[in-house]
């Protein structure tokens, strides 16, 4: 089974500092992962993944994510936060070996953590 | 939101009536999923569909169904059986079944249901 941890429920970081959403996975064989927005009573908009390759991914709105792969941990990163930074952010995760055939099972969501960015 | 529309945005129903919850794709996508979203418990799989006429339960399928009669179209009901169907429904694709495993999903702006 799969299974993602967000620890923290709120993190709250000053405008134009550095921030870290943190995110861990466990899966029996190698991850895709992903991190996604959420602005209220929104969907959900993809930022970055990791698939293969570079463990520093980059993404949209100049945030990035490094994979590591002995932690089991996916951080999302910031390096100057903006208040319009401020909302819901889910990691999620699926195995990479269930997919060797193909396959379109969906993925598994942590609970999400609030980025509060005070101005 | 990307190519995905959901409707109603809110939608308010009596218990013990069904209702169903639209869901459109215009990207081409082959796969498609319905989420559920609860205060401080993520998203939970409700269904999802590789293929037209096609559908697999994901993890809280009780008291749901879905068709998938063409490919831009994957309607959810919510059914009476639901025993507590009040949530935020979200409604998302991906690209196609062969890479779907690596690829991101898309996400439509959600329904949100209450049942009183």
């Known amino acids: 089974a799969q299974s993602v941890a967000q620890p923290e429920d709120q993190v709250n970081v000053a405008e134009g500092n550095p921030l870290t959403v943190k995110c861990t996975y466990s899966?029996?064989?190698?991850?895709?992962l992903f991190w996604y927005v959420q602005y209220p009573n929104r969907g959900l908009q993809f930022l970055l993944k990791?698939?293969?390759?570079?463990?520093l991914v980059k993404g949209s709105y100049g945030f990035e994510a490094e994979f590591n792969k002995s932690q089991t941990s996916f951080h999302l990163k910031k390096p100057s936060a903006l208040v319009s930074d401020s909302a819901l952010y889910f990691c999620?995760?699926?195995?990479?070996?269930?997919?060797?055939?193909?396959?379109?099972?969906?993925?598994?969501f942590g609970k999400g953590t609030h980025l509060i960015i005070q101005p | 939101d990307g190519g995905i529309t959901q409707s109603p945005k809110y939608l308010f129903r009596k218990e013990g009536q069904n209702v169903t919850l639209s869901c459109e794709q215009n990207?081409?996508?082959?796969?498609m999923y319905w989420y559920r979203q609860d205060p401080g418990q993520g998203l939970r799989l409700i269904y999802y569909?590789?293929?037209?006429?096609?559908?697999q339960k994901g993890d809280i399928a009780e008291g749901y169904s879905v068709s998938r009669e063409k490919k831009e179209s994957f309607p959810l009901t919510v059914t009476s059986a639901q025993k507590n169907p009040t949530a935020f429904y979200l409604c998302?694709?991906?690209?196609?079944?062969?890479?779907?495993?690596?690829?991101?999903?898309?996400f439509g702006p959600g329904t949100r249901l209450t049942v009183t």
């Open positions: 999620a995760v699926r195995d990479m070996g269930m997919y060797s055939g193909g396959g379109a099972d969906g993925l598994t």
């Open positions: 990207l081409n996508h082959d796969a």
């Open positions: 998302a694709s991906s690209i196609s079944v062969v890479i779907s495993g690596r690829s991101e999903q898309y």
């Open positions: 569909s590789q293929i037209v006429n096609d559908f």
């Open positions: 899966v029996s064989g190698n991850p895709y």
């Open positions: 990791y698939i293969t390759g570079d463990n």
